[in-house]
């Protein structure tokens, strides 16, 4: 019998009689990560790694009914043993580690495998069967390392600010945007986040994770002369919105890994475009793959097609899961965020 098979509700564990990140409510729900679309509300219980806490709670209500265990930390349900291990996706993220009567399967969530300082680093766990997903899974997608990426807005930054205007970076809200600040250089100029990103901050903060001082950008006005010299950092949403004139003079960009393709930068329509991403490349899903040591793959999200093919190719029992996953990196969560802030709170809801 699978550990693991997909159902209406989402991908569901029969010895357990649990879900892993359910797309419809359930009642007993195993979550890797905080993203949109792998945690939603609606669910009886919720299971998480202990990390994750201050993230799902902050996304999905205080009084969730969540018990968390360590990284490492098993427990065992109906006679499957279960366990959370890094993921290093964004803070919380975890790959889930199920064992039933000798056999072994990995769910992975989300994941990339270039430590970024903001969560615990992806830790390959061996297994019988790895759930991979495939977001960035063809080989034109190859990541140059982060501290490259983040030079390159440490310049793009500072050429604004000897200029006099402002910097407009675009990341979605939960992960990219505090690797960013967590990697970037604070000196250069002030830093404004939207009210998307700083309720998530303080998670990140409170979690023991370096974030630099940040302002909510709507305490400045359009002729603060602060704003010729700051970076801002706000969701996709704020894009073209009536909540970007406060910034007058400004250069505009995006943070994505969809930004390795000119046409992805076009139809974004900003100045200039950073292939940042928290999931794994080609040469990362192949290098974690072969890490755990599965002899099936069950490939999700993405470029499942692709992946797949190359791993049989490989040797390796490869199919894919049908799921009803998105990608945080088209932004779910940001698209529900609103672009114009509460002027009472001076926050968006996460």
Known sequence: MDLVIARPEGLYCPPGDFYIDPWRPVE???????HGDHARTGNEHYLAAAPGEGILRSRLGQDIN?????YGESITHHGVKLSFHPAGHVLGSAQVRLEYQGEIWVASGDYKVEPDGTCEPFEPVRCHTFITESTFGLPIYRWQPQSEIFAGINEWWRANAAAGKASVLFAYSFGKAQRILHGIDPSIGPILVHGAVEP???????AGV?????HYAGDFKKTDPALRSALIVAPPSAGGSTWMRRFGEFSDAFASGWMMLRGTRRRRGVDRGFALSDHADWPGLLWAIENTGAERVMVTHGSVAVLVRYLRELGLDAQGFSTEYGDEEDDAAAKTEPASESASTGEASP
Do not use: D, F, M
């Open 210 to 214: 370096r974030i630099p001082e940040t």
């Open 28 to 34: 007993r729900s195993v979550i890797t990560h905080a």
């Open 66 to 70: 969540l018990q968390t265990l360590a």
């Open 200 to 206: 998530l901050n303080r998670v990140y903060r409170e």
